[in-house]
């Protein structure tokens, strides 16, 4: 793997046309799907996946157990507790789904519908970024040694992100060296 600090490479290392494997494709196969799929919801249905999955989460987390022991008069008590989280998570990225449709539909009418479309065009590659830097860093740690993996152009700038992540989060995970 190329170990050439993110400062010291230049843009095109090995001339205009550098040397594409598999995992490389993957990563702009990925990309431009991430970034086609964006622009076409938005960035407010981007970021209402997003959060609704967040608030979805928390209330589940935080009411489950309460709703766990009302469902429990109609179903299995055994199951209760896993229906409830997923009703709970259900209802939190449904209700933040609502309100997103609702907020594009104003967007729409403002005549600001494209920029919703744009910056979802941008929402979509950070989303796919991130799924690429987490394959990235999961090939690194497990297959070092196979040749897609440590040929690949798009592994150490993808490694520099999960870096950066990784020290603005303040979380440590082992890094490959």
Request: hydrophobic share 60%; charged share 10%; glycine share 10%.
């Amino acid at each position: 793997i190329n170990r050439v600090p993110a400062h010291k490479r230049h843009i095109f290392p090995h001339g205009l046309f550098m040397q594409v494997n598999y995992f490389d494709i993957a990563v702009l196969v990925i990309l431009l799907a991430f970034g086609i799929r964006g622009g076409a919801r938005g960035f407010v249905a981007e970021m209402a996946g997003l959060v609704g999955l967040i608030v979805g989460l928390t209330v589940a987390r935080s009411g489950a157990s309460r709703f766990a022991e009302t469902l429990s008069q109609y179903i299995s008590p055994g199951a209760a507790p896993l229906v409830a989280f997923v009703l709970l998570v259900a209802a939190g990225m449904l209700a933040v789904g609502l309100v997103a449709r609702v907020l594009q539909r104003v967007l729409e009418i403002a005549f600001a519908g494209w920029l919703d479309h744009l910056l979802g065009v941008g929402a979509g590659l950070l989303k796919a970024c991130l799924l690429c830097a987490v394959l990235a860093y999961l090939a690194v740690m497990l297959v070092p040694q196979f040749p897609v993996v440590a040929q690949a152009q798009t592994i150490p700038p993808l490694l520099d992100f999960v870096r950066w992540a990784v020290g603005s989060l303040n979380v440590s995970i082992p890094m490959p060296v």
